[in-house]
């Protein structure tokens, strides 16, 4: 067990990317607090599948750009769990597709919260329960080449999580390393809502692996990060995308 006896957060954990790192970093022996905002079914889900196999999580509903959700979600995990060891930062999405013609500045701020406010609000309320660990953010693939259309405030947003994680591990280190994912095309609701079908199709066909990829693959990459199997990594932003795009 890689991470028997530890502690982790996972926000936005109710589906998709989130759900399946809370299920992978449980079946290592994490205890975890499964943040969500609308996605309650997915979560508790989660925590009954955990829990049935004999380990320990809940799922907590909170707006992360709230800091007394933040604190609230922070303060139930050390209280049940007694500290923090791991933060997924998962929590985040797009919004909606706006070219910067037709985009207000409610929805430019909104997705800077909503990405990276929040991120900044869970490191900093984790930080007086994390004597050492690891803090796994997600940034994009948008982040990298500026996004599909319409993505320039989601793609920005993500820009500032890669940079956002190579500070933090500068400040952070040596006892808590901090890396970042950046997943492209991921078979997910996220793409199901944002992306049309002809878009994904031509993905698979571009993509060396011929392939999107899938919640499991990007959980498998957060539980590495998160445990010592890559304990001399910090500060990367780690591309897993198929091989679309190299850097």
């Known amino acids: 067990m890689k991470l028997q006896g530890k502690t982790a957060i996972v926000t936005g954990g109710g589906r998709d990317i989130g759900r399946a790192a809370a299920l992978k970093l449980a079946s290592e022996g994490a205890a975890v607090a499964i ?14 599948e955990i829990t049935g196999r004999g380990g320990k999580a809940f799922a907590m509903q909170g ?3 709230r800091q007394a959700d933040v604190d609230a979600l922070v303060a139930r ?7 923090v060891d791991v933060l997924v930062n998962n929590a985040g999405g797009l919004i909606g597709r706006k ?4 985009m207000e500045l409610e929805h430019w701020q909104a997705v800077m919260d909503l990405n990276v406010t929040s991120t900044f609000l869970m490191v900093k309320a984790c930080l ?10 997600l940034a994009s693939q948008a982040g990298r080449d500026g996004g599909g259309a319409g993505a320039v405030a989601y793609a920005s947003s993500k820009g500032a999580i890669m940079t956002m994680t190579r500070g933090l591990a500068k400040e952070l280190g040596p006892d808590i390393r901090v890396n970042a994912l950046c997943p492209g095309m991921i078979d997910t ?16 066909a571009t993509a060396p692996l011929r392939r999107q990829g899938t ?10 990060l998160a445990c010592d199997d890559s304990a001399f990594m910090t500060g990367t932003n780690v591309d897993i995308n198929g ?3 190299f850097s």
């Open 35 to 48: 943040n969500y905002f609308s996605t309650g079914t997915g979560a508790e889900e989660a925590v009954a």
């Open 77 to 83: 995990t050390v209280e049940e769990f007694g500290r």
């Open 99 to 102: 070219t910067i013609a037709e």
């Open 128 to 137: 007086p329960h994390m004597d050492k660990g690891a803090i796994v953010n």
């Open 215 to 224: 919640v499991e693959d990007t959980a498998n990459l957060v539980l590495f």
């Open 243 to 245: 091989g679309v795009l």
């Open 63 to 65: 707006d992360l750009t």
């Open 189 to 204: 609701d996220f793409h199901n809502i944002h992306t049309p079908d002809a878009g994904r199709r031509g993905y698979e």
